[in-house]
Nanobody, 119 residues
Framework: QVQLVESGGGLVQAGGPLRPPCAVSGPTFGTYTMGWFRQAPGKEREFVARIIWSSGFTIYADSVKGRFTISRDTAKSTMYLQMDSLKPEDTAVYYC????????????WGQGTQVTVSS
C-alpha cells in the first residue's frame, strides 16, 4: 500500500503562487500514477492533475491548464503541484492520490492540505 502525506498548504493572495509537496512511500510505486484532487466547501471532490511516475506524462483539468504544473522528484520520492496565478475559486482542500497505472480507480489517498486564496 502506498502512503501519501501532503504539506505546504496555506493562505495566499490572488495571483500568487503555492507549491505543496506530497511525500510518497511504499513498495513498487514506480508503477503507479499519482494525482492531485481538490474539494471546495459544499462541492464534490474534483480531479486536478495526474502524472505517471515512471515516464512523467501529465494530464490536467481544463480549469487549471496553463496555471498549475504537476511534477515528481524520483530521488526524493516526492510529488509537487506548482500553482501559479491562483484565484479565489481555487480555494479547497487539496489531496494527493495514487493508483496502479493499470487500473482506473485511485486507491491510496493523503489526508489533505488546505489552500485558501484571498481576493
Amino acid at each position: 500500500q502506498v502512503q501519501l502525506v501532503e504539506s505546504g498548504g496555506g493562505l495566499v493572495q490572488a495571483g500568487g503562487p503555492l507549491r505543496p509537496p506530497c511525500a510518497v512511500s511504499g513498495p513498487t510505486f514506480g508503477t503507479y500514477t499519482m494525482g492531485w484532487f481538490r474539494q471546495a466547501p459544499g462541492k464534490e471532490r474534483e480531479f486536478v492533475a495526474r502524472i505517471i511516475w515512471s515516464s512523467g506524462f501529465t494530464i490536467y483539468a481544463d480549469s487549471v491548464k496553463g496555471r498549475f504544473t504537476i511534477s515528481r522528484d524520483t530521488a526524493k520520492s516526492t510529488m509537487y503541484l506548482q500553482m501559479d496565478s491562483l484565484k479565489p475559486e481555487d480555494t479547497a482542500v487539496y489531496y494527493c492520490a495514487a493508483r496502479p497505472t493499470a487500473i482506473i480507480t485511485f486507491t491510496s489517498w493523503g489526508q489533505g492540505t488546505q489552500v485558501t486564496v484571498s481576493s
